[in-house]
């Protein structure tokens, strides 16, 4: 099971939320991201394009596209 090259939305500290496509990770759990936007509070998206998370800061990972089971 990947998820890399996929679409995630992340939940982060500060009731903040991330969507974009998963493009690398390390061993701290920081991501890049590319394409990202950013859910604004009041229901609009902004984009910021290619990011860096650090990992303290992602309280949850959830997939917008289908990841295969692996075989």
């Known amino acids: 099971m ?3 090259d996929k679409k995630l939305k992340l939940s982060l ?3 903040r939320k991330v969507t974009g ?3 690398g990770y390390d061993a701290f759990l920081n991501v890049v991201l590319e394409d990202a936007t950013s859910e604004r ?3 609009g ?5 290619t ?3 650090r990992g303290n800061s992602i309280i949850q990972f959830e ?3 289908r ?3 692996a075989t």
């Open 21 to 23: 496509t998963l493009r």
């Open 13 to 15: 500290n500060g009731n």
């Open 41 to 43: 509070g009041e229901g």
């Open 51 to 53: 990011i860096v998370i």
């Open 63 to 65: 997939s917008v596209e």
């Open 2 to 4: 990947s998820f890399m």
């Open 67 to 69: 990841i295969a089971a």
């Open 45 to 49: 998206t902004e984009n910021i394009g």
